[in-house]
């Protein structure tokens, strides 16, 4: 696929990246891979097995395998999280989204897994940052970008958690990001295990996703990039070395945004949704899950500035207004802020994932990865 081998060495000449993978999959079976760049700037050269962080595509996973325990029997969908969480047993809810922290109500229900898995449980962003809630979200509870080694433990997380007050009545608005950390939390606490555990005996194994986890053991340590963000210059920033965050255990695995992947191995995982759970001949999700995970469940209010022409599923939005080049109807996936994404295209049984290694400026920036993921539209 001659445009995106361009696309990868154009933006990476033109210093847009450092480097970057990108993939794209099409329905005969076929893995269209272009690498180009470095793993860090003046380094050694990208490969197609190198690793990044990529960042919030981590919630599509971590939604597979909160099915994969709706399906063995650990909770229901609409049970109340409380029973594992209890420091959510009686939250509070703001009067108005962007009001003072103090000036709250009584939730009227308890949340649910089904709540955390669409968004719609209270905690997280709304879209004016400026709002008391998001400065203790970003300050309390690390709901920036990834820093693993900053976090504190999940029992500590959780009780900072029960302090900050829900956006909305659960069930009755859409908020970004926080859900995806909670239910990190519940899946560990409901198996009694590390959410590493629990990622890779529901999903991660039976996928052979190998690469993929919160920590990048050190033989592997060659093959990770650094990470950056641009300053106000606009010159490229180290953010994080190979050897930094990511080289030892997290206090708290993110699964918001905390895994570290390949190209091949979210491909793999892509691949799975769009075979309907199944891989290698053995079903790893059901059908009807995954049919729940990549359609719309939940919507935002109108200009929302993480949904854009799109619905939420379970982990990740689905696409319903052709607002931008790349949407097409039926689309599910995320971007990821470390400059990721993964989606799949059921229309056309096309995966495309995108890894690059400099942080987004914000919900609204697209830059290569909207190039990329135009390209992936027209494969469909």
Not at 103 to 132: E, K, N, Q, W
Not at 190 to 202: Q, T
Not at 307 to 318: C, I, T, Y
């Amino acid at each position: 696929m001659d445009a995106l081998e361009t696309l990868v060495d154009r933006v990476c000449a033109e210093g847009r990246v450092p480097g970057a993978v990108a993939l794209i999959a099409t329905g005969d079976g076929r893995r269209h891979v272009a690498v180009g760049g470095s793993r860090a700037v003046g380094g050694a050269a990208t490969t197609r097995d190198t690793l990044f962080r990529i960042a919030s595509i981590t919630k599509p996973i971590v939604a597979a395998a909160t099915l994969v325990l709706v399906e063995r029997g650990r909770f229901g969908l609409d049970d109340a999280v409380e029973a594992w969480l209890p420091e959510l047993t009686a939250p509070r809810v703001l009067r108005s989204p962007t009001g003072p922290l103090d000036d709250v109500v009584p939730a009227d229900r308890p949340i649910t897994v089904r709540d955390l898995l669409t968004f719609r449980a209270g905690h997280g962003f709304v879209g004016d940052f400026s709002a008391p809630v998001v400065r203790v979200l970003l300050d309390r509870l690390h709901q920036g970008p990834p820093q693993p080694q900053v976090v504190p433990r999940p029992d500590e997380w959780m009780a900072r958690l029960a302090e900050v007050p829900l956006v909305h009545q659960p069930g009755r608005g859409w908020t970004y990001n926080t859900g995806s950390d909670v239910l990190g939390v519940l899946l560990a606490r409901a198996e009694s295990a590390p959410l590493a555990d629990v990622l890779r005996d529901a999903v991660l194994d039976p996928l052979g996703m190998r690469d993929t986890g919160f920590v990048v053991p050190a033989e592997d340590l060659r093959r990770f990039t650094g990470y950056y963000r641009r300053d106000e210059s606009g010159d490229l920033e180290l953010v994080d070395a190979p050897d930094g965050q990511w080289a030892s255990a997290p206090a708290f695995p993110s699964g918001a945004g905390g895994l570290v992947s390949t190209v091949d191995d979210w491909c793999t995982f892509g691949r799975m949704l769009l075979d309907g759970g199944r891989h290698a001949g053995r079903e790893v999700l059901s059908a009807e899950s995954v049919r729940q995970m990549t359609t719309p469940q939940a919507y935002a209010e109108p200009g929302n500035i993480f949904l854009d022409g799109q619905a939420w599923g379970f982990g990740g939005s689905v696409d319903v207004d052709p607002t931008r080049p790349w949407n097409v109807p039926g689309r599910y996936g995320w971007v990821g802020g470390t400059g990721t994404a993964g989606y799949v295209l059921p229309s056309a049984g096309v995966v495309a994932v995108w890894l690059s290694q400099v942080e987004l400026g914000g919900p609204a920036e697209f830059g290569p990865i909207g190039e990329f993921l135009t390209l992936a539209a027209a494969a469909a």
